[in-house]
């Protein structure tokens, strides 16, 4: 996407003036708005699951590719033109280039446990509009703005565009959801009331247990095969790296670790 806006730019340089570099501009920021929300929408509709056969797959990959390359020609659209339009400040231009990737790369942290990672791609749809708004000085950038805006704050709100299904695993299970900035944490339910699995990117279970300071509840637990070391250790001292749910650390406990 973003090699593609460079060659198409560069054909239509020499067709390119102030006034039509300006509306270009304003134009690139919509488009990138339009089509970021757009791939949002397609990547979701098109689940990948591992257990899917392969021209299935493919098919996915080609819509997930092709709807999320058009984001990136836009964007691209939009450097471009700007190093176009003030080549002679290109010193200035580069420095705030610098910075917006540096305060992008420092707010998503908290943006991505704040508003989830759905969400701050809506956010970022939005803030596009601004730029452009800044850059071109364009009026009817705003009224779309605010509709980016109330469309983030609409769906932090309701969770209509949200996921479905993630690694063939349905979410309808799940009973909390919460991304941070590396990874996306769920709880679903099991068929046992008194268990729930915690998933790390829908991969990487570990069970969480009802009252695991219950000792008795779960006494069931002493004999399973990672107890086994408890066998042959009188009086363990035990350090659990990385507990999980907490079942390595009911299981020390239940062997007076």
């Not at 610098?98 to 809506?122: E, M, R, Y």
């Not at 009224?143 to 690694?167: D, M, Q, V, Y």
Request: charged fraction near 15%; hydrophobic fraction near 50%.
């Amino acid at each position: 996407g973003s090699g593609a806006s460079g060659v198409a730019l560069y054909v239509a340089r020499p067709r390119l003036d102030e006034e039509r570099t300006a509306r270009l501009l304003a134009a690139a920021t919509a488009l990138f708005a339009l089509t970021t929300v757009t791939a949002l929408l397609v990547v979701l509709a098109h689940p990948l699951s591992p257990a899917a056969p392969g021209l299935s797959t493919l098919a996915s990959l080609a819509w997930i590719y092709g709807a999320a390359a058009l984001p990136f020609f836009f964007s691209g659209c939009t450097i471009t033109l700007a190093i176009t339009a003030w080549s002679a400040r290109i010193s200035r231009l580069y420095l705030y280039d610098l910075a917006g990737a540096a305060l992008g790369c420092v707010a998503l942290v908290p943006l991505l446990g704040t508003l989830g990672a759905i969400d701050t791609v809506l956010l970022v749809a939005a803030l596009s509009l601004a730029g452009g708004f800044l850059m071109s000085r364009r009026a009817w950038l705003l009224p779309l703005l605010g509709l980016g805006l109330a469309l983030t704050a609409w769906n932090h709100a309701t969770g209509t565009i949200a996921l479905r299904e993630s690694k063939g695993l349905s979410e309808e299970s799940v009973v909390f959801s919460r991304w941070n900035s590396f990874s996306r944490v769920t709880v679903t339910k099991t068929e046992d009331p008194d268990e729930l699995l915690i998933f790390i990117d829908s991969d990487a279970a570990t069970i969480l247990r009802r009252a695991g300071d219950d000792l008795e509840r779960h006494r069931g637990l002493r004999d399973r095969i990672e107890g086994l070391a408890y066998q042959v250790a009188e009086r363990p001292r035990v350090l659990v790296i990385g507990p999980g749910g907490g079942q390595d650390v009911i299981l020390a406990r239940l062997h007076g670790a």
